[in-house]
T-cell receptor, first 111, second 115 residues
């Protein structure tokens, strides 16, 4: 089983729509969770950390469900500029500061 | 600050050739990492350096070597390139001493093709 699994998509949505997707992780001892954004042929960049209580950053909302071991990302009022691949990232307990990366969920926002 | 820089951006090698990928960071981070990214797969850790003077293998170290030259620089060497090493290589850094210690910052990547 992969450490982090994501639906690869693509999710094709019109501008202004809401899109949401999840990832699951296998290690119940993981403590740190992130969403990274990766544009085509570019490096991953941190979008947001995910906290236990859930958190928002503008149009982006991240939720963590420890019991079911999944993380979600919701994007409201989608913009063309939100088109990217979103990587779910989880730390590896007992492996100092090493991270496991999902393969990514691709979102395409159309005009 | 430039953040994390990598050279070269693109490289084409023939099977059996060697090359070194360079990485430097100006954020005074202690930890540095080398990853490869292949289609349909998450980033996979090749080698990492928790601090200056130390290096350790990651998930996929075979065919690679690394050098942590100083706190700023971490290089990745392919001694005898193989077509299976065709990939995009990313360098990253982080500082475990910070509250955001798990957060890693990435360089722009090197696209390597081995013929």
């Amino acid at each position: 089983r992969k450490e982090v699994e994501q639906d690869p998509g693509p999710f094709n949505v019109p501008e202004g729509a809401t899109v949401a997707f999840n990832c699951t992780y296998s290690n119940s001892a993981s403590q740190s969770f992130f969403w990274y954004r990766q544009d085509c042929r570019k490096e991953p960049k941190l979008l947001m950390s995910v906290y236990s209580s859930g958190n928002e950053d503008g149009r982006f909302t991240a939720q963590l469900n420890r019991a079911s071991q999944y993380i979600s990302l919701l994007i409201r009022d989608s913009k063309l500029s939100d088109s990217a691949t979103y990587l779910c990232v989880v730390n590896r307990p007992l492996n100092d500061y090493k991270l496991s990366f999902g393969a990514g969920t691709t979102v395409t926002v159309r005009a | 600050n430039a953040g994390v820089t990598q050279t070269p951006k693109f490289q084409v090698l023939k099977t059996g050739q060697s090359m070194t990928l360079q990485c430097a960071q100006d954020m005074n981070h202690n930890s540095m990492y080398w990853y490869r990214q292949d289609p349909g797969m998450g980033l996979r850790l090749i080698y990492y350096s928790a601090s200056e003077g130390t290096t350790d293998k990651g998930e996929v170290p075979n065919g690679y070597n690394v050098s942590r030259l100083n706190k700023r620089e971490f290089s990745l060497r392919l001694e005898s390139a193989a077509p299976s090493q065709t990939s995009v290589y990313f360098c990253a850094s982080s500082d475990p001493g910070l509250a955001s210690g798990d957060t890693q910052y990435f360089g722009p990547g090197t696209r390597l093709t081995v013929l």
